[in-house]
């Protein structure tokens, strides 16, 4: 295995990735059912091989080259495997996102227009340190019937390799060469360059990491760099309310990318409100900026221009005072990364206005920026949030790892037929009606 | 104007774009009415600039740097700009793409998500000669909220100037600086650069062209650089309808995309369909190829590998004959461009085997390759046709040129209520609903 090229292995991907599109629901769940049952019975020599990976961390922890979160991350346990093990079930029992009619117009009798939704063919994966990245891609990627290139870190290299060939054993069924581990840094860079042949990136690490591999690639790439998060508090708020959202925005978990950095207040009810404010964000143990107009109401640090645009990801928060709606969307769209925004108002004219201003995949009104996740947000398992604004925005399900195919059913029709002086006029009707796919491989009856 | 950089132009593009998502549909189809009626009103001064690039573009003809094609493209006349006009009408009364509410779920009591329709941001185009390439774009980013930044082949600078003075003073009520004229060709590289301010690229123009962008830039692309379309003659087919239908597959219109290049047919059917086929062929002018199987049962010349490869865009055409069904998906699958493929059988089964194995963005059955086209397809106006696999696939639409925003209407809710061990379970139920989006700009009442 280990002698095949990073070419050789993308190759074979995209062999597998046409045969996987024919696969039915049920086969892929089945599989990644098969995958759930492996993960738990193979337990033993899973943890053996993260236990060298830990083993070799915590000496680089010692000589100062890793930091104790990334230990963390990397290490698995028992209930570790078991709730990825869950997590894979759960991904198995979605609804098949694939062979969905999204959309059925009559262009003339007999001829029929199906949009069907399909795989996008080949996803490739960079990630760091967290081992079950590895696991969940791949249910993510085999359950949406695409084929999976998966890159991780070195410093999980032993666990990959086990969690790998867990899942290439459980799936034999699955046409060969659907998953592909890429084990040298080296590689990552030839991947970069296959646009012919990869159709999706999906990298997940830090936001440097993201930004790297986005400016390196011309392949889409799926994924979120910083989420610089607002909350703004209108002059029309109820103050209550901004006061537990705003807390609840920041403090409810701070490490995460929908936390809120940057606390906007209306210079009406800055007075009124920031106080109290300030006083709740200080018992949690916020650590709070402001600029001039804040420090003259409230005893805080003087923010810099570059708080402005910073993902603290910590119990850290800058405050601004804005004298108006559009001084608040201006800032937003000027220092915010397009992840999501809160406004809280009683008044829905202005929370509008400031949800059709700010340029973000997620607004809300009188709502938590905690909320912009895809579990909260109904799609099931998340595949990721992306901050760019084509293909898919904002927290990604299971749909944004497809696409979609335009299938025309006729009986001999010509384009002669529609054209020149005696051209028959399209019907061009919409009607309710579902592509009939045929029969799939791994059904049963 | 010549004075401002790339950069400020790309600038100013941005800080319009924001606005222009306020934009009422009727402001922006008003305006769209305002550009036609002025492009007609203006007849005579776009005709004498455009006569300056036609001398021009003459006088090269005659040291043989141009072509006739390339002429012809770029000459206008009165009856060609109103047919530009027409269009434009057409663009301006097109449904509203922005603002429609794509789905929506209800969280909780009184805690809505719903998925809206918003513009991308700022389209950028660099197309060929065509002049009225520059209007259509324009126009499709206008009615779609986008700022255009527009960048036409030297061969039209003259037109491209007169047509977007036309466009900017006949927009004046639309946010200043939504279209932005690029000129240089060193520009370009300076666009390709700005992937954080671009949201999309549009290239026009010859393959190699639109793959010359695709490699250069991290943006994402919308375009199509080959049509490498099949007609399959499956060994169920009436061979009286592969005829009819590989006949205008060909011969209806060789010159664009949409039109086949290849001919498959069963080894099955080959002795009986190709003599009438070939014969039918040739009385059209369709100069032949074959591979040896073929040869076998008609007199054409033989092919070489790189004839399955090739986009030939005219009168000829290549034929193969395959042993099996599942032979004919692999050579599409090796030799096309993802584009349109269409299989001729009686057989429903094999035609869906057909459909869901070739991985192009249209596959037809009992139809001609020529109906995949966004009027056509009842699309409206056409963006252009994509290549692509994310975003958009296929023939595009204007709502290729629309992204969703996630708004979320809550009444003060935190995060903090759903999670932990009292957790509030969501309700995730969808509903029909419509965003209510207020009051937009330029809107009666």
Redesign the interface.
């Known amino acids: 295995m280990t002698d095949r090229t990073t070419e050789q292995k993308v190759a074979e991907a995209q062999d597998a990735?046409?045969s996987l599109?024919?696969l039915s629901d049920e086969a892929r769940s089945g599989a990644l059912h098969d995958v759930a049952d492996a993960i738990e019975r193979e337990a033993e020599a899973i943890l053996a091989a993260n236990e060298r990976d830990v083993t070799e961390a915590e000496r680089l922890l010692e000589q100062g080259e890793y930091t104790r979160a990334l230990v963390d991350r990397l290490e698995l346990s028992e209930s570790k495997l078991a709730d990825i093990a869950e997590m894979v079930r759960s991904v198995a029992d979605r609804d098949d996102p694939l062979g969905e009619t999204l959309s059925a117009?009559r262009?003339d009798d007999g001829?029929e227009?199906y949009r069907v939704s399909v795989p996008?063919?080949v996803i490739a994966t960079v990630f760091e340190s967290r081992p079950d990245a590895l696991v969940q891609i791949a249910a993510l990627s085999l359950k949406s019937g695409n084929a999976a290139i998966l890159k991780g870190g070195s410093e999980a290299s032993h666990s990959n390799r086990a969690l790998y060939e867990v899942i290439a054993e459980a799936t034999a069924d699955v046409p060969d060469g659907w998953a592909q581990l890429i084990e040298a840094r080296e590689d990552v860079n030839t991947l970069l360059e296959m646009?012919d042949a990869v159709?999706?990136l999906m990298p997940r690490g830090s936001s440097a990491f993201v930004s790297y591999i986005?400016?390196n690639?011309?392949i889409?790439v799926l994924g979120h760099t910083e989420g610089v998060c607002h909350v703004f508090v209108d002059r029309d708020a109820?103050l209550s309310?901004a006061e537990?959202?705003a807390y609840?925005a920041k403090v409810?978990?701070p490490a995460v990318c929908n936390a809120v950095e940057t606390l906007l207040v209306d210079e009406r009810v800055a007075e009124e409100f920031l106080p109290g404010m300030v006083e709740r964000y200080r018992e949690a143990g916020v650590e709070l900026r402001g600029d001039a107009a804040a420090r003259e109401i409230v005893d805080v640090d003087p923010a810099t221009d570059d708080d402005w645009d910073t993902e603290y990801g910590d119990l850290e928060l800058a405050i601004r005072v804005v004298d108006s709606l559009s001084a608040a969307v201006d800032h937003v769209?000027t220092h915010g990364s397009k992840h999501t925004e809160s406004i809280?108002t009683e008044d829905?004219?202005r929370?509008?206005?400031f949800?059709?201003?700010v340029?973000?995949?997620?607004?809300?009104?009188?709502?938590?920026t905690?909320?912009?996740d895809g579990y909260?947000?109904?799609l099931g398992a998340e595949v990721g949030i992306s901050t760019?604004?084509?293909?898919a925005?904002?927290?990604v399900g299971l749909a944004g790892l497809t696409?979609?195919?335009?299938?025309?059913?006729?009986?001999?029709?010509?384009?002669?037929t529609?054209?020149g002086e005696d051209a028959k006029p399209?019907l061009?009707e919409s009607f309710e009606g579902e592509w009939?796919?045929?029969?799939?491989v791994g059904e049963s009856d």
Request: glycine share 10%; charged share 20%; net charge negative.
């Open positions: 990735a046409l599109a024919n117009r262009l001829l227009l996008i063919g646009d159709d999706l986005q400016d690639t011309s889409p109820d309310m537990d959202v609840d409810q978990y769209n809280v829905s004219d929370a509008a206005t949800m059709r201003g340029d973000s995949s997620s607004v809300f009104h009188n709502a938590s905690r909320f912009a909260r947000y109904g760019g604004k084509t293909h925005r904002g927290p696409t979609y195919k335009y299938h025309l059913q006729g009986d001999g029709h010509l384009v002669a529609y054209a399209f061009h009939a796919p045929g029969h799939l």
